[in-house]
């Protein structure tokens, strides 16, 4: 569950990158973020990550308010939130069932549930013969597809994805957008902030549009009708 409750955020330039935003999303859901370069997209990401806080109102993730965190519980609390970002983000020196295992390692796994957790994510994402590889030896679709593998070997209730597809073509990018849709359908809450109309418009999700830091649009379907 993630809950912005009339968040206002003001950098200390005075720049107000979102006014009184409110939206709910429920366990199970399936949300795009879409909206304009400078729209407030990733400040509603560096806010549930608690990369930054908001200057008014509240942000509850799965029950927990955000102001309310300590730094102590922080490791915690974003073990609950899986991550994918645009530029993959993958150890370079490390095999993909090492970067995958290493995910699992700083939340204390045995070697026992590492080998059997690997294994299974990367079937999920269907990269179970690249195990071995590098990132280098991989196209960008197959490292985007590593680092969703990465980002759910730990279960975690939320996967927020920021521009996933932002490096691939559309092919590629519609194999990524079909296995978030696979990973939702398994029950996991998925948030995905992107600029790929095609896919929005194909997917016909719930779509929440921001525009100069405010929601001018919240309703199941596709990208803006407008232009
Ligand atoms: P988007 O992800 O939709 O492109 P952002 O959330 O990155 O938008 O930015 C929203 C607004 O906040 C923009 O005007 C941007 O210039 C500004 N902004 C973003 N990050 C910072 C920051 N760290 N300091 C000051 N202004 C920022």
């Known amino acids: 569950m993630v809950f912005f ?15 009184d935003v409110n939206f709910f999303v429920d366990k199970g859901e399936f949300v795009f973020i879409v909206g304009s370069s400078g729209a407030g997209k990733s400040t509603i990401t560096k806010l549930i990550l608690c990369e930054e806080h908001p200057t008014g109102g509240s942000i509850l ?32 020196n490390k095999s993909v069932f090492d970067n995958i295992a290493f995910a699992m390692h700083v939340r204390s796994a045995t070697a026992k ?21 590098r990132p280098n030896q991989l196209s960008g679709g ?47 809450t998925v948030i995905t902030v992107t600029h790929a109309q095609d896919h929005v418009n194909r997917m016909k999700k719930r779509v929440i549009e921001i525009d100069y830091g405010k929601i001018v649009r919240d309703e199941i379907g596709g990208y803006s009708n407008e232009c």
Do not use: W
């Open 5 to 19: 409750n009339h968040v206002t955020k003001q950098y200390d330039n005075g720049i107000v990158a979102l006014d």
């Open 61 to 92: 993730i799965n029950g927990i308010n955000l102001s309310e965190l300590r730094h102590r519980e922080m490791p915690c609390y974003r073990r609950q939130l899986g991550m994918v970002f645009q530029d993959f983000r993958l150890l370079p």
């Open 142 to 188: 197959e490292q985007q597809r590593v680092a969703l593998a990465r980002a759910m070997v730990n279960n975690p209730p939320v996967l927020i994805a920021d521009e996933p597809t932002g490096n691939l073509d559309p092919t590629t990018a519609e194999g990524i957008m079909n296995i978030l849709e696979d990973i939702n359908k398994r029950g996991t």
């Open 113 to 133: 549930e590492i080998r059997r957790g690997v294994p299974n994510v990367l079937a999920m994402v269907g990269l179970s013969a690249k195990a071995k590889a």
